[in-house]
C-alpha cells in the first residue's frame, strides 16, 4: 500500500515527460494544419485564420511552379518532338468536315448569289480542292506553331493561372510532395517533447513555482517546430561522420519527390489538352490569330485564284478580306475541339512527365531544396511561435490538473 501511494504521489512527475512529448505531437500537427487549412478565411478579419498557403495562393503558386518553369522544362525541345505530318493526318478528317461547314456558313452569307446559281458538281470541287490543301495547311501551321511556341505558350502563367483558380490543388502538390517530412515532423514532436519533458521533470521535483510548466511548454512547442524543420532541410549537401551520412531528409527523397511532384503537374495542370487550350484561347491570342490567318489567307486566295471563273461574282478585295477574317474567327472557336484527335500522340511524344522527373531527379541539392523549403521559410516563424503559444498553454493546464 506504501508503494502505491508513492506511484500516486510521484505520478504527477512521472506523466510530465508524456503529456511534454503529447504537447511536442499536438503543437507540430496543429502548426501543419494551419499551414494548408482552412482554404478559405474563417472568421471576421482580424480575428479568423486561413491557411498559410491558400492565404498566399498567387506567391505559393510561383513557387510551387518556379522550379518547374526555370529548371525542368524546355518547351520549345518539348515541341520539336512533335511530327507535324503525323498531326495533320490526325487532324485531316475533322478539319475536312469543319472546312466544308465554314464554307458553307460563308456562301450562306458573304455570296448568297453562289448558293442559288453555282452548279452542286463545283461545289463539290472546291471542297475537294479546299481537302487537298488542308494536310499541306495543317503541318505548316503546326511547324509555325512549334517555331513559334515560347510566345505562345507562357508555362508558368498557365499554372499560376490553374492553381489561382483551385487553392486544394496547390495543397494538393505540397502535401503529396513532402508528405513523409510532413509525418516526421509530427511524430518528432512526441520524441522532442518527451525528452525535453525528462528535463522539466527533473527540474519541478526540485524547483516546482507554478511557471516552470508552462515556460516549459513554451520551450518544447518552441523547439520541437525548429528541430523538425531544420533535420529536414540540413545539411543541404552531405556530411559524412564516421560511417554515418547526415543530410536533410528532403534530399534522401529527391527521386520519389520527382515522380510525384511530376506526376501531379502533368496530369492536372500541364496536360495535353491545357497547353493547346492554353495557346488557342490563352490570355493573349494575338500571335495563334497572326499564324492562323497567314495559312487561312493563303488558302483562301489560292481556292479564289482556281476557281475565279466561278467565283468572279461579287468577288473583289474587301469581299475576299472578310471571307478571310469569318474563316480565321471560325477556325480558331472550333479548333478546341477539332484538336483533340491529336492529345494521346502528342502526350506520348513530348513525354512531358518522364523529362520533368529525370531532370528533377538530376537537379543539385541545393537546386532542390528550393522547391519545397520556400513554402516553410514564408512563415517558419509564424509556425514556430504558433508552437510556442500552444505548448505554454498546454504546460499552464498541466500545471492547474496535477498541481494546483
Not at 506511484?7 to 506523466?15: D, G, K, R, V
Not at 499554372?159 to 489561382?164: D, G, T
Request: net charge positive.
Amino acid at each position: 500500500m506504501e508503494y502505491f501511494d508513492n506511484f500516486i504521489e510521484y505520478l504527477p512527475y512521472i506523466a510530465i515527460p508524456f503529456i511534454s512529448g503529447f504537447v511536442g505531437w499536438g503543437t507540430n500537427v496543429l502548426a501543419l494544419k494551419m499551414t494548408f487549412y482552412p482554404i478559405d478565411y474563417i472568421g471576421i478579419r482580424p480575428f479568423g485564420w486561413q491557411g498559410i498557403v491558400p492565404s498566399k495562393a498567387k506567391k505559393m503558386a510561383t513557387i510551387s511552379v518556379d522550379l518547374m518553369a526555370d529548371k525542368l522544362i524546355n518547351i520549345k525541345e518539348l515541341f520539336d518532338r512533335l511530327d507535324s505530318s503525323k498531326i495533320s493526318e490526325l487532324m485531316e478528317p475533322g478539319m475536312n468536315r469543319l472546312t466544308k461547314k465554314i464554307v458553307n456558313e460563308i456562301i450562306e452569307s458573304q455570296v448568297p448569289l453562289l448558293k442559288r446559281t453555282i452548279p452542286n458538281k463545283y461545289k463539290q470541287k472546291i471542297y475537294a480542292k479546299i481537302n487537298e490543301e488542308i494536310p499541306d495547311i495543317i503541318s505548316r501551321l503546326m511547324t509555325d506553331i512549334k517555331e513559334e511556341i515560347r510566345e505562345l505558350l507562357d508555362l508558368k502563367a498557365l499554372a499560376v493561372s490553374v492553381l489561382i483558380n483551385d487553392k486544394k490543388l496547390i495543397n494538393k502538390i505540397f502535401l503529396e510532395v513532402g508528405s513523409k517530412e510532413f509525418k516526421f515532423i509530427e511524430k518528432s514532436g512526441f520524441y522532442f517533447g518527451f525528452l525535453f519533458g525528462i528535463i522539466q521533470m527533473i527540474i519541478f521535483v526540485y524547483y516546482n513555482p507554478w511557471w516552470v510548466l508552462p515556460v516549459a511548454g513554451i520551450l518544447v512547442g518552441y523547439a520541437t517546430n525548429f528541430l523538425a524543420m531544420k533535420m529536414i532541410f540540413r545539411p543541404v549537401n552531405p556530411i559524412k561522420f564516421f560511417r554515418f551520412t547526415i543530410q536533410g531528409l528532403f534530399f534522401k527523397r529527391q527521386k520519389e519527390v520527382a515522380r510525384v511532384y511530376s506526376k501531379i503537374i502533368t496530369e492536372e495542370i500541364l496536360n495535353i489538352e491545357n497547353l493547346f487550350d492554353f495557346i488557342i484561347r490563352g490570355p493573349d491570342t494575338r500571335q495563334i490569330t497572326k499564324i492562323l490567318h497567314k495559312h487561312i489567307s493563303f488558302l483562301v486566295d489560292k481556292i479564289a485564284e482556281s476557281y475565279k471563273m466561278i467565283l468572279s461574282t461579287d468577288m473583289g478585295k474587301a469581299k475576299l478580306d472578310i471571307i478571310k477574317n469569318i474563316s480565321v474567327y471560325r477556325i480558331k472557336e472550333e479548333l478546341p475541339v477539332e484538336i483533340s484527335p491529336i492529345y494521346e500522340y502528342s502526350e506520348k511524344a513530348i513525354r512531358l512527365c518522364e523529362t520533368m522527373r529525370s531532370k528533377m531527379s538530376a537537379l543539385s541539392s541545393s537546386e532542390f531544396e528550393n522547391f519545397l523549403h520556400p513554402v516553410f521559410e514564408e512563415d517558419e516563424l509564424k509556425l514556430i511561435i504558433i508552437g510556442a503559444i500552444l505548448g505554454g498553454l498546454a504546460g499552464l493546464a498541466q500545471y492547474f490538473i496535477f498541481f494546483y
